[in-house]
């Protein structure tokens, strides 16, 4: 239905859709205006379609669904023995994800948030090999080879996190060196307890246990930044010479406790 409007201003209904004016002697058909829909806040948010990231960014490929082991793993392709986390950008990150760099921020708050996640990780790592040190001292071999020969294999194994863990406690920022200090704490707990046990075991005294599986820990520590370093022709001299050390520690530890336990 539309209108129809003479030269006196006179309104009469119409068949058609439109408007119509009589100007001059002559008649003239005016479309009517399409209506637009309204303005509201949602029509303002970019459309993020079925795969959760904007449309707008034109990227094909792009993953419908993020969770943190994905941005987790990204991260890890993209770092190796000669690159820190601390190296990577956010946008690198996400785009070896797949995703859009906003849709990061679902997961984490920042790349350090993302980093400390990954030394968590690296930590309950490096806590599995004092379990296979265990089974092997069990096995009837020497605990302290065998934790050692448990963490080189797991050096060798191109196990990234244990390169994160290895790496950030001297490059990172320091909210990643915390995080390093935090999971070898958790490490040194449970070495110191095995260090009380076994001296329970065999009836000897030992003096300060807790500081000696400190000095333990932060000397595994850096032979393993050395062992990245070196090639694996390598680690049987250096697992040698740390065995050596840390036997030292140990019988150091226990001359000292027994002679405080004599006096």
């Not at 904007?54 to 792009?62: L, Y």
């Not at 921020?105 to 379990?131: C, K, N, P, T, W």
């Amino acid at each position: 239905m539309g209108w129809t409007v003479d030269i006196q201003g006179n309104v009469h209904p119409s068949a058609h859709p439109c408007i119509h004016l009589y100007i001059n002697g002559r008649w003239y058909a005016v479309a009517p205006p399409r209506r637009q829909p309204p303005v509201t806040a949602s029509s303002l948010v970019p459309d993020r379609g079925a795969t959760g990231s904007v449309a707008s960014d034109g990227q094909a490929g792009r993953k419908p669904t993020i969770v943190r082991e994905d941005l987790i793993a990204a991260a890890l392709r993209l770092t190796g023995a000669h690159r820190s986390v601390s190296t990577l950008s956010l946008r690198e990150v996400a785009r070896e994800a797949g995703i859009a760099p906003n849709s990061f921020y679902r997961q984490f708050h920042d790349m350090d948030e993302l980093a400390v996640a990954l030394i968590d990780m690296a930590g309950e790592s490096l806590r599995r090999i004092v379990g296979d040190a265990r089974k092997r001292a069990v096995a009837g071999r020497s605990i302290v080879r065998g934790s050692l020969e448990a963490f080189m294999e797991r050096l060798r194994a191109d196990d990234k996190l244990l390169h994160v863990l290895l790496r950030e406690g001297t490059v990172g920022s320091d909210a990643f060196k915390r995080a390093v200090d935090r999971q070898l704490h958790f490490f040194e707990d449970e070495l110191r307890a095995d260090l009380v046990r076994i001296a329970a075991a065999q009836g000897i005294a030992f003096h300060e246990p807790g500081l000696v599986a400190r000095a333990i820990t932060r000397l595994v520590f850096a032979m393993g930044g050395t062992a990245l370093d070196s090639p694996p022709e390598r680690d049987e001299a250096l697992i040698d010479d740390l065995s050596h050390m840390i036997r030292m520690l140990l019988r150091g530890a226990h001359a000292i406790g027994k002679i405080k336990g004599s006096r």
